[in-house]
């Protein structure tokens, strides 16, 4: 596996876990150890396969956390332009309609990138 290039220790880990137990299964069930490791190597699959495989799910994971941070992102642009909207109203009693337009744009912003947050956060737990 380190020769095909799957150095993280989490797949690495994981494979091993995975590689361990179909060896014991296969001794339980009367196979010898060599020929188990023999079998379980093979159930596992070549390693360029499975550096292939762990790669999309990185790329997965990583556009799931970009989805995140852009609507968290979108949630800060929102309220840079509510905010001082809020703020003209607050201190003159009433509000322009330049200042009705950022508040209505920021709002929209906003709730934009709370849904694109809410979207990957639940995309990230499926």
Not at 18 to 36: I, K, N
Not at 77 to 97: K, N
Not at 106 to 116: E, P
């Amino acid at each position: 596996m380190l020769a095909a290039g799957i150095k993280s220790p989490v797949p690495l880990d994981e494979l091993e876990n995975h590689l361990r137990e179909d060896v014991e299964r296969q001794v339980r069930s009367g196979v010898s150890a060599p020929q188990a490791v023999e079998i379980a190597a093979q159930e596992i699959g070549r390693p360029n396969m499975l550096k292939s495989e762990f790669r999309k799910n990185e790329r997965t994971v990583m556009k799931r956390i970009m989805i995140i941070l852009l609507g968290i992102l979108g949630v800060f642009v929102g309220a840079a332009f509510i905010l001082p909207a809020l703020a003209w109203y607050h201190d003159h009693g009433g509000m322009p309609a330049e200042h009705l337009e950022f508040l209505l744009l920021g709002t929209v912003i906003a709730v934009g990138g709370l849904s694109i947050a809410i979207y990957g956060f639940k995309k990230h737990k499926a």
